[in-house]
């Protein structure tokens, strides 16, 4: 089943690469793995994913060690900080660093194991009360404190747009996104790199990819449907 998904799922991400006249190579499906058994992770790795975004701390610490060490683990979930000492130097990527005092803690842990993390801006383009990350006007503020900050590298944005059946919908939150990355690259401040710009997800990526994302993260269109509550068995 996922092997099938995982088809449907690069089908469709090429075809929209075609459609916005961009290179297939510039996407990265990050396969969003999350409440998933390790059997699934390890069936979607042997259908040749090597980038899988998690949500909680703890699980990423579980499954790390059991699975192969050329994955690249991204943290898409909100971050709190007495946890950010468990992930450093073990996640290829931070998506969701929405404050300074969360920026400062990972700066202190990677200089603290002496290594550099990369990081995301996480913006709330539609504004949502429920949802975390900066407002677009707050982010280029944001990012020029953290910029400073040793041991962190400023990659790009991030956004959660908000669950919706028509992907149209959230093209103006995407247009927003790729717009205010643009607008921060042209400030060129020295440690600040805007090539990333992760958004999308299984009901909204092909607009996604439209729109600018270099990263989407496809959970549902790959794996099925989570069940929360009884957590799925590891
Ligand atoms: C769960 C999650 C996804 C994947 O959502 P789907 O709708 O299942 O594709 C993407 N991004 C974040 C931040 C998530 O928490």
Known sequence: MIRENLNIVEQ????????????REEVTLIAVSKTKPLSDL???????????????????????????????????????????????GKVSMIHSVDSLRLAEEISKEAVRKDTAVDILIEVNAAGEES?????????????RQIASLPG??????????????????????FRKLMQLSVDIERKNIDNVDMA?????????????????????RVGTGIFGERHYGSPDKL
């Not at 090597?50 to 060690?65: A, H, S, Y």
């Not at 908000?162 to 959230?170: A, C, V």
């Open 131 to 143: 949802k975390y990350g900066v407002t677009l006007e707050e982010a280029p503020k944001l990012v």
């Open 42 to 88: 390890q069936e979607a790795y042997e259908a040749g994913v090597r980038d899988f975004g998690e949500n909680k701390v703890q699980e990423l610490i579980d499954k790390i060690p059991a699975l192969p060490s050329d994955i690249r683990w991204h943290m898409i979930g909100h971050l709190q900080r007495n946890k950010v000492k468990y992930i450093i």
């Open 12 to 23: 469709t991400v090429a075809a929209s690469c075609k459609k916005a006249g961009r290179g």
């Open 152 to 173: 962190i590298h400023i990659k790009g944005l991030m956004t959660i747009a908000p669950f919706t059946e028509n992907p149209e919908d959230n093209r103006s939150f």
């Open 196 to 216: 990333v710009l992760s958004m999308g997800m299984t009901g909204d990526y092909t607009v996604a990819i439209e729109e600018g994302a270099t990263c989407v």
